[in-house]
Structure formats: structure tokens, C-alpha cells
């Protein structure tokens, strides 16, 4: 897929597993859980032991999955990541040179921020979402409908703190989507090897978007 098909998907599906485990065969379980619960996209953050390979092997074995990079801190990284076949890019903070070599690349990248300038910066940088990192820490689905005000062309990505209990909140509040983590791949669940526990989560988080985001149609 192109970078606006990518851009697209990420916004129909809504929502974003991110993958921080410890192997390389961890991060695959957690990849085929999320997939098989109604969610085909991941984050593999590059604090997975050899995360581009975990890339490489998903992009190859899963085509149908869309397969990003996380916490992605310089451009060195990006390159690896690209190469392996990454779809996306993503960072907790904002770096406009990764922000430039994904635009180079033709490649969706979406960088953390928090304040307004910091939204502003990414907006102007020309980035396909900007990620709202740590969300629940200034309060949430809250903060991200006091961001929408100034900036409702912005596509947001709320990130930090998402669980199944607030999702739907963060959709009301105008979030394009949401970053979520150990509350759709819990680390017990990793451990003893359950994957039909993380199946089970994607597929009620999928029911509470799919939910909220009707709701916020019938109200506009």
C-alpha cells in the first residue's frame, strides 16, 4: 500500500496495538492475537529484541497486516525499519528529521506530542496524524477535546492510558484513532502464553470503537 492507503487504514481501523514484550516470538503471538480479534495493525516498539526482524518476518508471513515501528528515536532506527518493510512510523516525542526522512521515504509518520506547539510544529512538518503522548496523564479524552478546538482539521491519535473503559470517550472527544498497550496485550497474558485472552480484548475494543464512533455519527 501507498502512504495515503496506509493513512486510510489506520484511520478506519482506528486503533493501534502496540507491541512491547520480550522476544522476538512474544511480539509474533501478540501480532497473530490482535490480528485474529478484528484488529490487523501493530506497533512493534523498538524496545522488542530485534524488532526490525519481527518486521521483516510479520510483513512477509502477514501481508495483509498493516506493520509499523514504535518509539522509533532517530533516523538511523527509521532506516532499519523502513528496510524491513515497516508501513509507519512512530515516535513518542517530536523529531522533525525522522518527520523529514518518512516524508522522503513517502512513508505515513505520526511523532508524539503534548502541547500546542508541539502540535503545531508536527502539523506544519506536514505529519499524517499526530499522537497525543501521554494522553491520560492531562486528562484524557478531556485534553483531547480541548486540542480539537484549535485544531479540528488535525487527525489525533490518543495514546497513553487507553483501555477499554475509556475508548469510546476518547473517540467522542474527536481522537481519529488510539494508541493502546498493555490494556489490549496484557503481560500476564504474554507469559503464560494466552493468546485467546488478547483475542478477546482486540475483538471488545473493536465492539466499543465500532459503538462510539455510531454514536458520534447520529450526534453530528
Same mark, same amino acid.
Given at each position: 500500500m501507498?502512504?495515503?492507503?496506509?493513512?486510510?487504514?489506520?484511520?478506519?481501523i482506528?486503533?493501534?496495538?502496540?507491541?512491547?514484550?520480550?522476544?522476538?516470538?512474544?511480539? /509474533?503471538?501478540?501480532?497473530?492475537?490482535?490480528?485474529?480479534?478484528?484488529i490487523?495493525i501493530?506497533?512493534?516498539?523498538?524496545?522488542? !529484541?530485534?524488532?526490525?526482524?519481527?518486521?521483516?518476518?510479520?510483513?512477509?508471513?502477514?501481508?495483509?497486516?498493516i506493520?509499523?515501528?514504535?518509539?522509533?528515536?532517530?533516523v538511523?532506527t527509521?532506516?532499519?525499519?523502513?528496510?524491513?518493510?515497516?508501513?509507519? &512510523?512512530?515516535?513518542?516525542?517530536?523529531?522533525?528529521?525522522?518527520?523529514?526522512?518518512?516524508?522522503?521515504?513517502?512513508?505515513?509518520?505520526f511523532?508524539?506530542?503534548?502541547? !500546542?506547539?508541539?502540535?503545531?510544529a508536527?502539523r506544519?512538518?506536514?505529519?499524517?496524524?499526530?499522537?497525543?503522548?501521554?494522553?491520560?496523564? /492531562?486528562?484524557?479524552?478531556s485534553?483531547?477535546?480541548? &486540542?480539537?478546538?484549535?485544531?479540528?482539521?488535525?487527525? &489525533?491519535?490518543?495514546?497513553?492510558?487507553?483501555?477499554?473503559?475509556?475508548v469510546a470517550?476518547?473517540?467522542?472527544?474527536?481522537?481519529?484513532?488510539?494508541g493502546v498497550g498493555?490494556h489490549?496485550? !496484557?503481560?500476564?497474558?504474554?507469559?503464560?502464553?494466552? !493468546?485467546?485472552?488478547?483475542?478477546?480484548?482486540a475483538?471488545?475494543?473493536v465492539?466499543? /470503537?465500532?459503538?462510539?464512533?455510531?454514536?458520534?455519527?447520529?450526534?453530528?
Amino acid at each position: 500500500m501507498n502512504r495515503k492507503e496506509v493513512r486510510a487504514r489506520i484511520e478506519e481501523i482506528g486503533i493501534i496495538p502496540a507491541i512491547r514484550v520480550s522476544s522476538p516470538e512474544e511480539a /509474533l503471538l501478540a501480532a497473530e492475537a490482535v490480528a485474529s480479534g478484528g484488529i490487523p495493525i501493530v506497533e512493534v516498539t523498538m524496545t522488542v !529484541p530485534d524488532a526490525a526482524g519481527v518486521i521483516a518476518v510479520l510483513t512477509k508471513q502477514r501481508p495483509e497486516l498493516i506493520i509499523g515501528a514504535g518509539t522509533v528515536l532517530d533516523v538511523e532506527t527509521a532506516v532499519r525499519c523502513l528496510d524491513a518493510g515497516a508501513s509507519f &512510523l512512530t515516535s513518542p516525542g517530536l523529531d522533525l528529521d525522522i518527520a523529514e526522512f518518512a516524508h522522503r521515504r513517502d512513508t505515513v509518520v505520526f511523532p508524539g506530542a503534548l502541547t !500546542p506547539s508541539e502540535v503545531m510544529a508536527a502539523r506544519k512538518a506536514g505529519c499524517d496524524f499526530v499522537k497525543i503522548f501521554p494522553c491520560s496523564q /492531562l486528562g484524557g479524552p478531556s485534553y483531547i477535546k480541548a &486540542l480539537k478546538a484549535p485544531f479540528p482539521k488535525v487527525p &489525533l491519535i490518543a495514546s497513553g492510558g487507553v483501555n477499554e473503559r475509556n475508548v469510546a470517550d476518547f473517540i467522542l472527544a474527536g481522537a481519529a484513532a488510539v494508541g493502546v498497550g498493555g490494556h489490549l496485550i !496484557p503481560r500476564r497474558a504474554i507469559e503464560l502464553r494466552q !493468546p485467546h485472552r488478547i483475542h478477546e480484548l482486540a475483538a471488545r475494543f473493536v465492539k466499543a /470503537l465500532k459503538a462510539a464512533r455510531s454514536q458520534a455519527f447520529q450526534a453530528s
